[in-house]
Structure formats: structure tokens, C-alpha cells
């Protein structure tokens, strides 16, 4: 492992945040292109909320990597974060903006749609945080407010599970398995945080 880490090491953290913005752009150009079937909209709505909550994992899963694993992915963390973030953003909006497209229906879907209201909740959760990922709001929240913030990842990654579960029909094990890994990762952390503030 500690060979994986110096090689991680070299990596420089950008280079994911380029990885993922080109992934996330190429998802795009592939559904203007008619690269994504039928329904490009239906698809990259889906295609980017699945991504997310998987990003969403990965920075849950990279405490508990380091503890149990000794695998280094710390200087990571935040690019991963941001991306999942970001894939968040882009799956609301290609709903809002290029599916549902009138602010009414917007309103109704989110006050009416269980699933919805649910998806909202866990990006509305995440916006603080994909705010304050950079280091002048770490020094201006100080380390222990900051910290304290951005457990509001735990609620936002079990809504996002569960809208996935709840929007899923008839019974389909792939939201199920991301809801148990989340509710696994963030049980892992708020027992190991105990009294004290979880890193
Ligand atoms: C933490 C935030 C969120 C996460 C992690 C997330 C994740 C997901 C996932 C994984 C899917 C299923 C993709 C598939 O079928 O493979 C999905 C579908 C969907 N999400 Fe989200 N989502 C989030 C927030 C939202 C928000 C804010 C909205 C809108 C207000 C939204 C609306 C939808 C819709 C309309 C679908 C498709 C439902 C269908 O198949 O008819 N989501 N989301």
C-alpha cells in the first residue's frame, strides 16, 4: 500500500477535477449528439444523478480507506466532493431546464413528488458545502465550524439514496445497494466520531 500511496501522491488533485469535468461534458456532448438513445434527456438525467451518488460514496468511503485499508485517497477528498457536487447540479438542472422547463411544474414536482421533494432536500443540503469547499472558507468558519458543516453530507448522501430507492419501480437491487452502502458509510463514521467531531 505504501507504494499505491506514493504513487498517488504524484497525482495532483486538478487532474480529477479535470477527469470529472470532462466526463460530465462528454455525458453532454454524447446526449446532444444523439450518442445517448432515444431519450437523451431521460438518460442524462441519469446518467448524472448515478454519478453523483457514486462520487458521493467514494468521499464517504475515503476515511474509512485510510483507517481500515491505509489507502490514501485524503488529498482527493475535496476534488471528489466538488464533483459530486456538481453532478448534482447538472442532474437538477437538465431535469429542470431541458425536462420538466416550466417553473410551475417545477414547483409542483418538487411540492408533490415524494421522490422529488427528497432529491431536492439532499442537493438543497449540499449547497453550503459545495460553497465552502475552498480553503478561504475553511479560515474564515475556522476548522471545528467547517467541520461540524459539512457533516450535513451525511443527511444529504442517505436522502440521495433514498430518492433513488423511492423513484425506482418495482424492486430493483442497484438502489438498494447504494442506500445500505450509504447507511454502512455513515454508521462507520458517526460511531467512530462518537463524542468528537468526525474528520
Ligand atoms: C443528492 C441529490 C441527488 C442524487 C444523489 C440523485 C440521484 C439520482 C439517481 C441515482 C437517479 C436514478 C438514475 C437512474 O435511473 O439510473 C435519479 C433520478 C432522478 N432524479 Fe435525482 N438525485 C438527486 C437530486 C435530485 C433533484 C434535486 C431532483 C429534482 C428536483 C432530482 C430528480 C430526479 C428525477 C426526475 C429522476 C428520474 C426519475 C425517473 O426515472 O423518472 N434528483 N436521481
Not at 6 to 28: C, D, N, Q, S
Not at 164 to 182: H, T
Amino acid at each position: 500500500m505504501t507504494r499505491v500511496n506514493a504513487g498517488l501522491r504524484r497525482v495532483p488533485a486538478w487532474t480529477l477535477y479535470i477527469a470529472g469535468a470532462a466526463w460530465g461534458g462528454w455525458l453532454f456532448w454524447l446526449g446532444a449528439t444523439g450518442g445517448l438513445g432515444v431519450e437523451p434527456i431521460e438518460a442524462l438525467e441519469h446518467r448524472y444523478g448515478e454519478l453523483a451518488l457514486q462520487l458521493i460514496v467514494a468521499g464517504l468511503a475515503v476515511t474509512p480507506l485510510r483507517q481500515w485499508a491505509g489507502l490514501n485517497m485524503m488529498p482527493f477528498r475535496r476534488a471528489i466532493g466538488v464533483l459530486a457536487f456538481f453532478h448534482v447540479l447538472a442532474h437538477f438542472l437538465v431535469w429542470a431546464v431541458l425536462d420538466v422547463q416550466r417553473l410551475s411544474a417545477i414547483w409542483a414536482d418538487i411540492l408533490e413528488r415524494p421522490y422529488v421533494t427528497i432529491g431536492m432536500a439532499g442537493f438543497v443540503l449540499l449547497i453550503p458545502l459545495g460553497l465552502t469547499s475552498n480553503n478561504w472558507s475553511v479560515r474564515r468558519l475556522g476548522t471545528l465550524r467547517w467541520r461540524r458543516l459539512h457533516r450535513l453530507v451525511y443527511p444529504a448522501a442517505l436522502l440521495g439514496a433514498l430518492h433513488y430507492v423511492w423513484l425506482a419501480k418495482g424492486f430493483q437491487i442497484e438502489p438498494l445497494l447504494y442506500l445500505f452502502a450509504i447507511v454502512g458509510l455513515v454508521a462507520l463514521r458517526i460511531r467512530r466520531a462518537g463524542g468528537r467531531v468526525a474528520r
